[in-house]
């Protein structure tokens, strides 16, 4: 596995090759203090197992979770929704 960030000096994060068996942790975002408000993970697993997990939640509360994989990659809602449309996500079976 490998631990490379997906952004670099604040630009965007490249979606186009992503490590799926890569050590990654699921957060709640919170309001107050941002994208991994308190740094308490709520789930951990493979970067795949968490965007299936996200995914697999009610359309509204979606919006509320963040992943944190290995390194410094950080993915809100609209790149953990653009990661489960990428033409080779792990389909979990």
């Not at 068996?21 to 941002?34: H, M, N, S």
């Not at 509320?64 to 079976?93: C, V």
């Amino acid at each position: 596995m490998t631990d490379h960030p997906t952004t670099y000096q604040g630009e965007p994060a490249d979606l186009s090759d992503p490590d799926w068996d890569d050590r990654a942790t699921l957060y709640k975002i919170d309001e107050g203090q941002g994208l991994l408000g308190g740094f308490d993970g709520l789930r951990r697993g493979t970067l795949a197992e968490l965007v299936r997990f996200v995914q697999s939640l009610p359309e509204d509360e979606r919006k509320d979770y963040a992943i944190q994989e290995s390194g410094d990659s950080r993915y809100g809602p609209k790149e953990i929704a653009a990661l489960a449309a990428h033409d080779d996500f792990p389909s979990g079976d």
